[in-house]
């Protein structure tokens, strides 16, 4: 079959091909009912412009790049999901590029959308010290940040940690719970530091301490040690009275460890995850979670890195209110507790 050119659009939409290039760039002088029709002629004949001829020529692309961590996550699934459903409203692909946790993946994937000349980036960086590394190859590229791990200045789009790990223990602590411990996450990642703080917070304002236990900096299996780590928690006596878990996957390793080890939950021990991904909804698992509202943090980071796109390069930072969700991992603890 014949390739479909721009010409074919041009002439569906009514339009010249000079028209349907200013309106696929998004120029200010093409009417609005007029760029649709050209978008809706470039939809019936599955029309793509040549990304990489637009790039050289020093027009716009209409792709965005994306980097995230863990794409195998669910939180990072559904942030990448609400990216690209954004982009394609606005008539944008998506490029998304998983560093698998890595730190020259993550450089490399930006070296390769730079080269691209992409019109912009979305990244949820692995560490402040790599966004550092990376941040050089932006200059002048429009680009914003998922969650907390960028320098000064950056454009941003998170959710607060603090505020989210304190909302969890808080709620440990008004179903009367006092021996509470805080599991998850590296040692070194500044989103585990903030949510720790939180914790630490809750339980400080009611006089308490708790434990806090990270993962090594070393550790790479993050779901194996916390699997590990639970079940020497749970083969101690006495239990503690809660568990507030890093991420939902931290609480479902520890859901799995309380199974081995012969412990129920919530009636032994409570728990509360952190992130509300799809799984933590499950009727069998039905965990007490918070949110960081991932959906609406993927539509604004797309909203905010086309601001920048069409011109407005101040930065923009968006602090979101996480939010508790109540499900059937946590009881209110009976006076003396669950003997065992």
Known sequence: MRRTTIRDVAALAGVSPATVSRALDDRPEIRPETRERVREACRQLGYVP???????????????????????????AGIANAIEETAAENGYRVLLSNSLQEEERELQAIENFVARRIDGVVISALSRETQARHAPLLEGMPCVYLGVNHGEGCSY??????????????????????DLVFLGGHADSLTRVQRAAGFRRALEEQGLTGRVLPAPTDARDMRQWAYDQALELFRRRP??????????????????????AGVRVPEDVSLVGYDNIEYAALPRIHLTTVSQHKLRQGRLAVERVLRQIRGDREAAAELIEPELIVRSTCIPRTEGGTSL
């Open 50 to 76: 040549n990304a990489a001829a637009k790039g050289l020529a020093g027009q716009a692309t209409h792709v965005l790049g994306v980097v995230v961590p863990d794409v195998s996550n669910p939180y990072f």
């Open 157 to 178: 789009v998170a959710a607060d940690n603090e505020r989210g790990a304190w909302l969890a223990a808080r709620h440990l602590l008004d179903l009367g719970h006092r």
């Open 239 to 260: 239990l503690p009275h809660a568990i507030a878990a890093f991420s939902d996957m931290t609480a479902l390793k520890i859901l799995e460890a309380a199974e081995e």
